[in-house]
Structure formats: structure tokens, C-alpha cells
């Protein structure tokens, strides 16, 4: 097994831990807050899925960082778009900062307000669900490299 090969299944062991913690956010947990009012509900899955999506996403990024090096895109071309595997790359950098701005806004400004005013809820759900939909795009974006990129 070679270095590449090794990465991409750390890779996609974080991305199965963070997306399908997404997803059952989204598709289990958010429809139960929303039907019995407790936001209580989404701060325990919080407090239990935070110490293993976290690590999931940091080692994404690790990853990631290395595999588009393997890749002979350095930094110096992350945005360029020029070639079809920097396109894929600077794609998913770009989602991976959406993600990033919706993470710091929900825990800084929604989730604490929420704990006091269950009004908060939808803005919250727009969060949980927009941070799913770009993962799974960034998941979908990421098998596009097998083929050479976009």
C-alpha cells in the first residue's frame, strides 16, 4: 500500500464519520427537536458526536492537504482552476470555508442564543442542513479525482 492509497482511506473514514453524522443530524435527531420543541435533544448529539466528527474533519484536512500535494497542487495553484484535479481541489477548499463561516456563526452567534430562545430553531436548521448538503458535495467532488478531476 503506498502513501496516496493509505491517505485516501483515512480520507474517507473522517469523511464517513462526518458526513454520516451530518446526515443523521439532519434525517433523525432535527426532525425530533422540531416535533417536541427540545433543543436539549441537538445539544446532547452535540456533545456526544463533537469528539469524534471533529477529529474526523481534522483528519480530512490533514489529508487532504497531503493528498493534493501527491497530487502536484501546491498551494500556489489551490485557487487556480486551471487544471481539472485544482478545479476539484479548489472546490472543495472553497466549500471547506463555507462550512468553516457557517460552523463559527452557529457557535457563536445561533447556539448560544438558542439555549434561551427556541426561535433560534430555524436559523440553526439552516446550518445543520447547509453544512450537510456542502459535505455531501465535497464528498461527491472528492470521487471526480478518481477520473482526473473536473
Given at each position: 500500500?503506498?502513501?496516496?492509497?493509505?491517505?485516501?482511506?483515512?480520507?474517507?473514514?473522517?469523511?464517513?464519520?462526518?458526513?454520516?453524522?451530518?446526515?443523521?443530524?439532519c434525517?433523525?435527531?432535527?426532525?425530533?427537536?422540531?416535533?417536541?420543541?427540545?433543543?436539549?435533544?441537538?445539544?446532547?448529539?452535540?456533545?456526544?458526536?463533537?469528539?469524534?466528527?471533529?477529529?474526523?474533519?481534522?483528519?480530512?484536512?490533514?489529508?487532504?492537504?497531503?493528498?493534493?500535494?501527491l497530487?502536484?497542487?501546491?498551494?500556489?495553484?489551490?485557487?487556480?482552476?486551471?487544471?481539472?484535479?485544482?478545479?476539484?481541489?479548489?472546490?472543495?477548499?472553497s466549500?471547506?470555508?463555507?462550512?468553516v463561516?457557517?460552523?463559527?456563526?452557529?457557535?457563536?452567534?445561533?447556539?448560544?442564543?438558542?439555549?434561551?430562545?427556541?426561535?433560534?430553531?430555524?436559523?440553526?436548521?439552516?446550518?445543520?442542513i447547509?453544512?450537510?448538503?456542502?459535505s455531501?458535495?465535497?464528498?461527491?467532488?472528492?470521487?471526480?479525482?478518481?477520473?482526473?478531476?473536473?
Open positions: 500500500m503506498n502513501e496516496l492509497h493509505l491517505l485516501l482511506i483515512l480520507h474517507l473514514v473522517g469523511a464517513a464519520i462526518w458526513v454520516g453524522g451530518h446526515i443523521l443530524l434525517t433523525v435527531i432535527l426532525p425530533q427537536v422540531w416535533k417536541e420543541k427540545s433543543v436539549e435533544k441537538l445539544f446532547n448529539f452535540e456533545r456526544r458526536y463533537e469528539w469524534i466528527g471533529m477529529p474526523a474533519l481534522l483528519v480530512m484536512l490533514i489529508t487532504g492537504v497531503r493528498m493534493a500535494y497530487y502536484n497542487v501546491k498551494i500556489a495553484h489551490w485557487f487556480a482552476f486551471e487544471t481539472p484535479i485544482e478545479r476539484v481541489i479548489s472546490l472543495k477548499l466549500l471547506l470555508f463555507a462550512i463561516i457557517l460552523a463559527l456563526s452557529a457557535q457563536f452567534y445561533v447556539l448560544p442564543r438558542l439555549k434561551t430562545n427556541i426561535h433560534k430553531l430555524p436559523l440553526m436548521t439552516f446550518h445543520m447547509a453544512v450537510t448538503v456542502i455531501l458535495a465535497m464528498l461527491i467532488l472528492g470521487s471526480f479525482v478518481r477520473y482526473g478531476g473536473l
